[in-house]
């Protein structure tokens, strides 16, 4: 049924992926750890996630320490943004006519 | 599983990582710093009319050093939590900003000897009330309540005329906001730091 519809991002058909842009949509920049608390997703299968989108060019990331602890920041690119706002309104389409 | 059951899970999924962060429960170290510099801060102009230097000397400090103070702390929490939201710090600025404005409003007509010191406390009280209570409902819940609680206390002070209005707005003002604090703890060891 998705096929039938044009916009939907195979790179955000993955529920965490596509959780992962939405929280970035939402609060502009989270990191490695702040996304584990808020998806529950184990360290390997988030990084696969988080390396899918950066591959994409969809999400960019900035390294820091935070108390001397080297920390990862994600934040969503334009591309990234674009497909997302995309994705989401074919998403709103297939709901609208199921 | 059919595609609609997949989509509504995946859905689900998504909706409740971005409502673990719909409210955040606030810095509690912020909220106990203010309720300490409040509670020593505002009995000072009942009880230390002979040391008015002693007042503003505290209050120029201890009211930009905890601005300064609440500000890292806020900034430390967000790196710690792993979520920098810059919208949300805009938010906190303008409300706490706005805040600061309506502070000085409400010391005018103080200053301007409108009103004898001795009753100003009440409306630094309504003041702070308001502002707790807004920010209970855009900001952080756990300062709900306690801005309801100032307000049921602006009131009181106002139609019974008590005496040492800055002592009690003072003690009243730093007990809601220990109580803000130790919600907004009890809030982030319910729910993961929120």
């Known amino acids: ?98 | 599983m059919t595609e609609n059951d997949q989509l509504k899970q995946d859905l689900d999924y998504i909706a409740t990582a971005v409502r673990r962060r719909d409210r955040p429960a606030g810095v509690p170290a912020i909220f106990f710093l203010w309720a300490a510099i409040i509670a020593v801060g505002f009995p000072l102009v009942d009880f230390g009319q002979h040391l008015p230097r002693i007042f503003g000397a505290y209050w120029l400090v201890a009211g930009f050093g905890g601005g300064a103070l609440s500000w890292w702390l806020g900034e430390r929490d967000a790196r710690r939590s792993g979520i920098n939201d810059r919208e949300l710090g805009r938010r906190y600025g303008l409300h706490w900003g706005i805040g600061g404005l309506a502070y000085l409003l409400t010391m005018l007509p103080l200053l301007l000897e409108r009103v004898p010191p001795r009753q100003g406390g009440a409306g630094f009280l309504f003041t702070t009330g308001l502002l707790y209570a807004l920010a209970g409902v855009h900001l952080e819940r756990s300062l709900l309540w306690a801005g309801l609680l100032m307000l049921a206390a602006y009131a009181l002070l106002t139609a019974f005329a008590l005496p040492y209005t800055w002592t009690i707005a003072g003690v009243v003002i730093a007990v809601a906001l220990a109580w803000a604090g130790l919600a907004a703890r009890r809030a982030r060891t319910q729910g993961g730091r929120a």
Not at chain 1, 52 to 81: H, I, M, S
């Open chain 1, 1 to 98: 049924m998705k096929q039938a519809f044009t916009g939907f991002d195979p790179a955000f058909e993955h529920r965490a992926r596509l959780a992962i842009a939405v929280l970035l949509a939402r609060h502009g920049e989270v990191s490695f750890a702040g996304f584990k608390q808020q998806l529950d997703l184990t360290d390997g299968n988030l990084g696969a996630q988080l390396r899918r989108l950066e591959d994409e060019g969809y999400v960019e990331l900035r390294r820091d320490f935070v108390e001397r602890k080297p920390v990862t920041w994600y934040r969503l690119t334009a591309q990234g943004n674009d497909a997302l706002k995309r994705h989401l309104a074919a998403l709103q389409q297939l709901i609208g006519a199921g």
